[in-house]
């Protein structure tokens, strides 16, 4: 019986869609008609309201959005059909492979330029400076009058609706992350133990562990280097306590790069080069290879975000049971323990003007079902019964999770409920790594450096500042693998900053920092 | 005056027709000829003349969503900001140098390649040898710098192990900037040297074969016949070649470099082609990196022309 009505739903759906679709512009204004009453409410449809669902045609919401995973959701995935069951919609979903991130960054730039956009677009950020330009041109929905009536969006921290916003509007709905429990040092408490070291403190600690690591060959193995020096950019941020490319030395913001620290940083890791701490070609290495370095007992530290690090734990306890990466809650240079704060967003989702305004509206209920209690746990975990059960309060994910493409690889990048120990959790954890990187999250929380200039635009750096980024992490990467000289790193950094153009960018960046506040405070 | 014409005879009085008349009843009479170009001349129009005047924006603050028509001209500012980069004389030297590397050391193989193929009696022999050689030109820039990674990466590099089993320390082939150019240069002749060949063992093929006999009577060794006999008549195709490679001196190869990059080399691995791409695709400055393209394609027509001029006083046939 049950199954007759979901076909016959089903049947009936697919027709609507085609109407849709084969009116388009037409039709758009007997849709508006149809939908107005839904649509307005801000709510959509309530769950379980299926006599309605019946009567109105559902919405056709093309859309595209990346994943990490390695296949995206098929047409007929069970996760979209309840999505779809539940806020009337049909959901025309284009995934496009988001695991090099700047391929995916340049395919955003490419749909941009073609003018041919989809009704609800994933982008990197709202720094995209094509975005921008688009912004400025009105091409795109400003929802901010129309976000107050979506509750469970209105649940993401404000810090992260400020930092999404232009000229203090919200052009883009943020897809929310944790603000903390992202990429910082993991290390392999096991080898710890067995050497009978402490979990480090310090930077000085850390770089006794790393040499304890590669000359005590904790498994026996003599072809050990301490830091894989995966996302080696965290300790940057230890040395200059800050976090991201600007620091903000009482209110104004100078570039990270020109802090004395960051001169610390790099001879750090020109010593951890040097008595080789670290793979020698690290800046030719590509992801898997610092993963292979990682999960195969060749290092002893990484950085990755808590989840994503347990993924990789998870799939060498095939191999080795006893392996356990520890996240490391803080580290301490000189001003105390630090720990990058996140900026709570994976990506920001923008709608184009030439999407009526009913629609719009159609798709904020769409994300606003994606943020609540029950859209968010359809998003990362699926349905009960099918893609998870409940084992002592924890969500256990079943084969048919990874079959469906269930959580943050996929539907996370869409839709997400607001869940501050997100990335603490990752399918096949025991309950006490769970309850151990829940307080690991707590610690950095305290302490946590939130980068202050996300979000800020600043049009010279637009066009250009990525050749002085780039020129100065090449000349990191150089003095590093010493093929230059620490000397040749501050003729740069004096140059870069008497640099008539970079003083503009500061500039820039400071005023519009400055504007920010205002309008936020 | 007509009915004078008019005595004329009627095949003479076409052919005058046709001549003053220009064009139309010349088509008319070679109607299918026509037809049968017709096809590769819209192709020319429609997807490489038409599509060349989207080098105007190299003139324009260019934003895709005004479009051609409506951003605002900027006149020479993108070429002006491009010139006085400090960073341009870097990209040039780079470019020219990689390009000189390989029109020094990759351009003469396939000819060197082609006449040693070309001495190969047994003909089994050389067409399997051909084939094996034509292969690597099939396989992607990804796949090469996969492989080169694999071969010479420090950590678990296969060339680097064996380095260090027999006692040597290992070698940064990768992230070495003395070495970089000539790394690209090699892998470069690895996989076009043997597609190279085509060109020249079809050119070999047609010389005469009544020469080698006529030099073999006068006592000439397989060397000599080479040198003065097979050379001489490949000469004009080797100098096609030549110019025609000339036009793309400043293309360089944009996957290979973009693949091979890293932050250790680019102060001598940064070309026009990544600075484009940088630039236009990532920042999404499409004027500024029209300009650059065009001035890329601007130096290579220039050479060209020179080239084929040089050619032709030196008696040979040229491109054009």
């Known amino acids: 019986m049950k199954m007759f009505e979901t076909r016959k739903r089903k049947s009936t759906m697919a027709a609507m869609a085609l109407i849709i679709a084969l009116g388009s512009s037409l039709t758009a204004c007997s849709g508006n008609a149809n939908n107005a009453g839904t649509g307005s409410t801000g709510e959509g449809n ?46 025309d979903i284009t995934w496009v492979s988001g695991a090099n991130w700047t391929d995916y960054v340049d395919r955003i730039n490419v749909v941009l330029s073609s003018g041919d956009l989809p009704d609800l677009l994933k982008l990197n950020d709202v720094t995209n400076p094509l975005f921008q330009q688009m912004v400025y041109q009105g091409v795109f929905w400003d929802l901010t009058p129309y976000l107050k009536s979506y509750p469970n969006l209105m649940t993401y921290p404000e810090s992260v609706w400020n ?14 992350r944790p603000l903390n429990g992202f990429v910082f040092t993991n290390i392999r408490k096991d080898w710890l133990d067995k050497l009978g070291l402490e979990v480090p403190k310090t930077i000085d600690d850390f770089y006794n562990m790393l040499k304890a690591f590669k000359e005590q060959k904790p498994d026996g193995k003599a072809d050990t280097y301490g830091y894989t020096m995966r996302g080696h950019e965290v300790l940057d941020g230890v040395f200059t306590n800050s976090n991201g490319r600007w620091k903000d030395i009482g209110g104004e913001l100078i570039d ?17 080069f040097d008595e080789g701490l670290i793979p020698p070609d690290f800046s030719v290495m590509k992801d898997s290879q610092f993963w292979d370095l990682a999960t195969t007992g060749r290092a002893g530290a990484t950085a990755e975000t808590i989840e994503a690090q347990f993924r990789w734990t998870y799939d060498q306890w095939k191999r080795d049971p006893q392996v356990d990466w520890l996240p490391m809650s803080t580290l301490t240079y000189k001003d105390g323990p630090y720990a990058p704060e996140y900026r709570g967003y994976i990506g920001v989702l923008a ?93 950095r929380a305290k302490v946590a450096k939130p980068d202050v200039a996300i979000g800020l635009v600043s049009e010279t750096d637009i066009k250009l500042g990525a050749d002085y980024t780039k020129k100065m992490a090449d000349m990191k990467t150089q003095v590093i693998m010493g093929k230059a000289k620490i000397e040749d790193w501050d003729k740069l950094i004096q140059d870069i900053q008497n640099d008539a153009n970079y003083k503009k960018i500061t500039e820039e960046i400071n005023r519009a920092y400055k504007e920010r506040l205002a309008l936020t405070q | 005056m007509n009915s004078n014409i008019a005595k004329l005879g009627r095949k003479s009085r076409t052919q005058e027709k046709a001549r003053s008349r220009g064009l139309w009843p010349d088509i008319r009479r070679d109607r299918y000829l026509y037809l049968l170009a017709l096809p590769g001349i819209l192709y020319f129009l429609v997807f490489k003349y038409v599509p060349m005047w989207g080098v105007v924006i190299a003139f324009q603050d260019y934003s895709p969503y005004l479009g051609i028509l409506h951003s605002k001209w900027v006149g020479f500012e993108h070429f002006i900001r491009f010139f ?33 193929l070309n001495e190969v009696t047994h003909h089994a022999f050389k067409r399997t040898i051909q084939s094996i050689v034509y292969l690597p030109h099939f396989l992607s ?10 071969l010479l990466s420090q950590s678990s590099g296969i060339i680097n192990m064996m380095l260090q089993w027999a006692g040597f320390a290992s070698y940064d082939f990768l992230t070495n900037k003395d070495t970089f150019w000539a790394l690209l240069t090699i892998q470069n002749i690895w996989k076009e040297t043997g597609w190279g060949t085509i060109i020249i063992l079809a050119a070999i093929t047609s010389v005469d074969t009544q020469l080698y006999e006529a030099a073999k009577i006068d006592g000439a060794s397989r060397l000599r016949q080479t040198w003065h006999i097979t050379l001489p008549a490949i000469r004009n195709v080797i100098i096609v070649l030549l ?33 484009v791409y940088r630039n236009g695709i990532q920042n999404g400055q499409f004027g500024y990196s029209t300009a650059v393209g065009l001035f890329k394609s601007i130096v290579g027509l220039i050479l060209v022309i020179i080239a084929n001029k040089l050619a032709k006083k030196f008696g040979e046939e040229g491109v054009y």
């Open chain 1, 46 to 91: 309530a769950a379980g309201d299926n006599d309605s669902v019946k009567q109105e045609a559902p919405v056709t919401i093309k859309i595209m959005s990346d994943f990490t995973i390695a296949q995206p959701p098929s047409a007929d995935n069970p996760i979209v059909k309840e999505f779809e069951k539940n806020t009337n919609t049909k959901l």
């Open chain 1, 163 to 176: 930092n999404t916003s232009i000229d203090g509007k919200n052009y883009v709905i943020p897809v929310a």
């Open chain 1, 256 to 272: 990270a790069n020109f802090d004395p620290g960051m001169r610390e940083a790099i001879l750090f890791k020109k010593k951890l």
């Open chain 1, 351 to 443: 709608i184009p003007k030439k999407v009526s305004e009913e629609k719009m509206k159609k798709i904020l209920s769409l994300l606003d079902f994606g943020a609540s209690e029950e859209g968010g746990t359809l998003s990362l975990y699926g349905i009960k019964g099918v893609h998870y059960n409940e084992e002592n309060g924890m969500k256990v994910a079943t084969e048919q999770a990874v079959v469906d493409s269930v959580g943050v690889g996929a539907f996370g990048k869409l839709f997400m409920r607001y869940d501050p120990y997100m990335y603490a959790y990752a399918p096949g954890m025991t309950k006490e790594i769970f309850d151990r990187n829940k307080q690991v999250i707590d610690e």
């Open chain 2, 84 to 116: 006085s980069n400090p960073d341009f004389i870097i990209l040039f030297r780079n470019t020219m140098m990689i390009s000189f590397l390989n029109l020094l050391f990759f351009f003469p193989l396939p000819i060197l390649l082609s006449l040693l």
């Open chain 2, 141 to 150: 820039w990804v796949i090469i710098v996969g492989i080169s990674f694999l």
């Open chain 2, 243 to 275: 110019i025609l490679r000339l036009g793309h001196i400043m293309d360089v190869g944009f996957e290979q470099i973009f693949l091979m990059m890293n932050g250790a080399v680019t102060d001598v691995a940064d070309v026009f082609e990544t600075y």
